[in-house]
């Protein structure tokens, strides 16, 4: 079949379509019908269904024969530690700590926060929760104790799972201080904490609420899959906004559930039983989509990867991993590529490992850019295919379906919508502009199943950050160009958000921290181009007037309090003392312009800049740190 055949298919009748990929998962009732449309513009998928999802991803495959399949494997170069877990062995770990949690009071729709590190016991949290419907939210390792204690504040969960540390190249992040921080800090208190001790650091229990992992089990009886309807939230992601409040993302259970197990084989193009690798990490949307849930719902071997591109112990770790467990997709973030091209620019490292069972690489998390990508080509030697999807939808919105057909690569565009998707680029009227012209990206409504229904405890927030500004569609946020062959290109951000090796972060969430600094008036955060992550935030400050402190003091200040209340993720290095900041008359700062300023781009002086004299200033402090040269 070929991708136009397939995407008009969908496209004639959406209902007939996606109630036939309905027909690869195991319901408990199954759906009278797809789409229930009733409260328009939102959309529900598959609502009068009931289902579970743990018994789609573990249960069914081990009664249909796979139970000796390895389920996950997981190899750890920060421990030396490698092992496999049958679908088998996954069945009954997943039982029993279900089976933990319902003897703690934790039943349907109750929430769970999953504080791990790339460890298999990450996975088997989030699919214990899934076997007794609550909703797990977690929360990536690399975020501070304060944005853990917002999360916990929103999504008021009875418990957290964790490990007492996660493991990082230069250091050991004890995990247990931040969550008794981020306890402290929250005003919803969860009433149990489970702590799976690491051998590399054990953290002390508090008595009553703390558990250790395995006593916690003892004696637990394996819990059943509950049922739960179709639109159950399977789970909670929180992202970055425009503001310091992330968003929850919330994921419906069939939709979910029915959109992952079709991609897997016709866009990725991986059969049951094959090995699956998402190079990411749980905390994130690829590590739920790509590590969790759609390789196991649809019967493949995931693996679970505890290390980093490079430096663990060096560039060739992808290419023995790889080579060392049969891997036949690889899915990462462009960035691990930069990371690995500068320290083996000719791929020397790989000429040690059989690649031969690797078919296609997958990138997302932000644009591939050519270089990147054809350096990847040339040493791979295999597809090398960008594809397009945020947290939201949870899955591909724009790709090459290498399942259906494998359309020609036009490197720096993911390709074409797939099912499910109508894409359009519209003018700020919200009228359709021609093709090859920028503008706002948006998708025609209903988003298909599985993407986000809500936010958590925020529908008014959902309905103004993704359907207000233009009726009828979802607004991505992201600007771009569709060419004319309809491939399409996705070049910026329309709003604060910047990407940070492949990790979303909101400008505006670091400003507000800075702008608590005592000695800060008013500050900027933009996102600089860097070569290795695609962006990094710089911050400016202007001083409150009469401080006379040293600037790189206020300015080290400033880091390290963006360091410890969002986390060492959003890599903020800089924060520059400026008298002013640039600004409009009517007093809105001109980030895009400094942003353009700091990466050596052309730009055109606002005819309603206040005084264009601080620009020459904005472009000193940022040559100063190798920027504006
Ligand atoms: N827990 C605690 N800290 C973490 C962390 C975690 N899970 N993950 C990252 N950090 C810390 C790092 O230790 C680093 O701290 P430092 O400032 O003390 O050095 C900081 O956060 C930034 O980390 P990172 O972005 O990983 O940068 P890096 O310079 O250590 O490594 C790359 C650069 C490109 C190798 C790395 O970013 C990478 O592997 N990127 C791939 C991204 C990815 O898979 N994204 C998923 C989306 S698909
Ligand atoms: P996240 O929700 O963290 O996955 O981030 C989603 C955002 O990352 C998108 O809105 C884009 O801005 C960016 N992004 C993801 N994939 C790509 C891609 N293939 N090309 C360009 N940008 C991408």
Redesign the pocket.
């Given at each position: 079949m070929s991708y136009k055949k397939v995407y008009n298919s969908w496209k004639n009748d959406p209902e007939a379509f996606w109630m036939t990929a309905a027909d690869a998962i195991d319901w408990v009732t199954k759906p009278s019908k797809a789409l229930f449309a009733d409260n328009a513009p939102l959309y529900e998928w598959f609502s009068d269904s009931e289902v579970n999802t743990c018994y789609n991803a573990v249960d069914r495959h081990v009664l249909n024969g796979r139970g000796d399949q390895k389920a996950i494997i997981y190899d750890s170069p920060m421990t030396d530690t490698k092992y496999s877990i049958t679908f088998s062995e996954l069945l009954e770990k997943v039982a029993v700590l279900a089976g933990a949690l319902k003897n703690k009071g934790i039943s349907k729709g109750d929430r769970v926060i999953i504080y791990m590190?790339?460890i298999p016991e990450g996975i088997i949290s989030m699919l214990a929760c899934a076997r007794i419907g609550a909703i797990h939210s977690v929360v990536?390792?690399?975020?501070a104790a304060n944005e853990l204690a917002v999360r916990i504040d929103d999504a008021k969960p009875k418990a957290i799972l964790a490990a007492s540390c996660?493991l990082?190249?230069?250091?050991i992040?004890e995990y247990k201080p931040l969550i008794d921080q981020a306890i402290e800090l929250a005003s919803h208190k969860p009433q149990t904490v489970v702590i799976f001790q690491r051998a590399e650091c054990k953290a002390e229990l508090l008595d009553g609420r703390d558990h250790d992992w395995n006593v916690f089990q003892e004696n637990a009886e394996k819990a059943p899959c509950v049922p739960v309807k179709g639109s159950h939230p399977a789970y909670i992601l929180y992202t970055s906004g425009t503001t310091g409040a992330p968003k929850g993302v919330v994921r419906p259970t069939a939709g979910h559930l029915v959109a992952l197990n079709w991609t897997m084989k016709n866009f990725y193009n991986v059969d049951p039983g094959e090995v699956f690798w998402?190079?990411?990490?749980i905390?994130?949307?690829?590590?739920h989509s790509y590590i969790c849930y759609a390789p196991l719902i649809h019967g493949n071997t995931t693996l679970v990867f505890e290390g980093?591109?490079?430096?663990t112990p060096d560039a060739g770790t992808f290419w023995r991993v790889i080579s060392e467990h049969k891997v036949s997709n690889f899915?990462?973030?462009p960035?691990?590529f930069?990371?690995i091209k500068r320290m083996d620019p000719k791929g020397e490292l790989k000429k040690k490992y059989d690649l031969s069972n690797l078919r296609a690489l997958f990138l997302?998390?932000?644009r591939a850019d050519p270089d990147t990508v054809n350096w990847a080509e040339n040493l791979l030697q295999i597809p090398i295919i960008d594809h397009w999807w945020q947290t939201e939808t949870g899955y591909v919105i724009a790709g090459n379906p290498l399942g259906i057909e494998k359309l020609p690569i036009k490197v720096g565009s993911p390709t074409v919508p797939m099912p499910g998707f109508v894409i359009k680029v519209l003018d700020r009227s919200g009228s359709e502009l021609p093709a090859g012209q920028l503008g706002s990206i948006a998708i025609k409504l209903p988003l298909p199943p599985g993407t986000l229904p809500t936010l958590w405890n925020a529908q008014d927030r959902f309905e103004s950050s993704y359907l207000n500004t233009f009726p009828g569609y979802y607004e991505t946020g992201d600007a771009g160009i569709i060419d004319d062959d309809g491939y399409i290109y996705i070049m910026a951000r329309t709003d604060d958000v910047i990407n940070?090796?492949?990790?979303r972060l909101s400008t505006g969430a670091i400003e507000e921290v800075l702008a608590n600094h005592p000695d800060v008036a008013e500050c900027a955060v933009i996102g600089v181009s860097d070569n290795?992550?695609g962006q990094l935030p710089v911050g400016f400050l202007c001083l409150t007037a009469g401080v006379d402190r040293d600037h790189m003091i206020i300015g080290t200040e400033c880091v390290e309090m963006v360091?410890k209340q969002i986390?060492?993720?959003?890599?903020f290095?800089n924060a520059l003392v400026v008298d002013r900041l640039p600004k409009t008359r009517s007093g809105k700062i001109l980030r895009g312009t400094m942003v353009k300023i700091a990466n050596n781009e052309e730009f055109k002086l606002p005819a309603t800049i206040d005084d264009p004299v601080i620009l020459q200033e904005i472009r000193n402090a940022l040559f100063k740190i190798g920027y504006a040269k």
């Open positions: 590190p790339m990536f390792g690399g975020f996660g990082e190249p230069n250091r992040v998402a190079a990411s990490d905390g994130w949307i690829v590590g980093k591109p490079v430096g899915f990462t973030a960035t691990a930069r990371a997302a998390g932000e940070v090796a492949g990790h290795l992550k360091r986390g060492p993720v959003a890599a290095k």
